[in-house]
């Protein structure tokens, strides 16, 4: 069975400052992992994502997240962040091979205050 | 660009009416995806399928059966709808070891 943990519910933040978003998964077999973000009333888009390679990636708003093998965990996290960042954030994970099971953590809401 | 179509963007039903959700996609892509979107509860996997007329249970099955009688059609349907199955409805679409792509989803509202 695989399963995706985000710890946090909801992070506040304000304007300018750090954010890391967390994320722990559970998979028997190798695996791809994503980061989504849903602005409000918005549907979903991908943020960035994990195949295989360099563990750490970056997307083009200023996210990166690092795949660590060893505590299982995705973090995501931006150094500097906009009012604009304000949004859910959802970690995925996807098993390669023949299980082809797209599972989501509950999601991140992220508060970016001025 | 991918392109992920759902038949509906609102929907008002009735309780104990069958309900369908129709979702298209346009990439030839293998797997489809029905989740639901609740407040709090993130996405959760209703029912899943990698191959035409092939389907997997998700985490949240009970309620609920699918159709894939072509590979760009994926139904979801509620035999007979409740009060509980009130919410947000999400399809998608992905090929194998690449990201999803979502439709824009269904607010299924049952009264």
């Known amino acids: 069975a695989q399963s995706v943990t985000q710890l946090d519910s909801q992070v506040p933040v304000f304007e300018e400052a750090p954010v890391e978003l967390r994320c722990n998964y559970s998979?028997?077999?190798?695996?791809?992992l994503f980061w989504y973000v849903q602005y409000p009333n918005q549907g979903l888009q991908l943020l960035l994502k994990?195949?295989?390679?360099?563990?750490l990636v970056e997307s083009i708003n200023g996210f990166e997240a690092e795949f660590n093998k060893s505590q299982t965990s995705f973090h995501l996290r931006k150094p500097s962040v906009h009012i604009s960042d304000t949004a859910e954030y959802f970690c995925a994970l996807h098993s390669g091979g023949s299980n082809y099971k797209l599972t989501f953590g509950k999601g991140t809401l992220l508060t970016v205050n001025p | 660009d991918v392109k992920v179509t759902q038949s509906s963007r609102y929907l008002v039903k009735r309780t104990g009416e069958k309900v369908f959700l129709e979702c298209v996609q346009d990439m030839d892509h293998e797997n489809m995806f029905w989740y639901r979107q609740d407040p709090g509860l993130g996405l959760r996997l209703i029912y899943f399928s990698y191959d035409v007329k092939m389907k997997e249970k998700g985490d949240i099955p009970e309620g609920y059966s699918v159709s894939r009688e072509k590979k760009e059609r994926f139904s979801l349907i509620l035999e007979s709808a409740s009060t509980n199955q009130t919410s947000m409805y999400l399809c998608?679409?992905?090929?194998?070891?690449?990201?999803?792509?979502f439709g824009q989803g269904t607010r299924l509202t049952v009264v």
């Open positions: 998608a679409t992905t090929d194998m070891n690449t990201e999803a792509f």
């Open positions: 998979s028997s077999v190798s695996v791809y």
């Open positions: 994990y195949l295989s390679g360099s563990t």
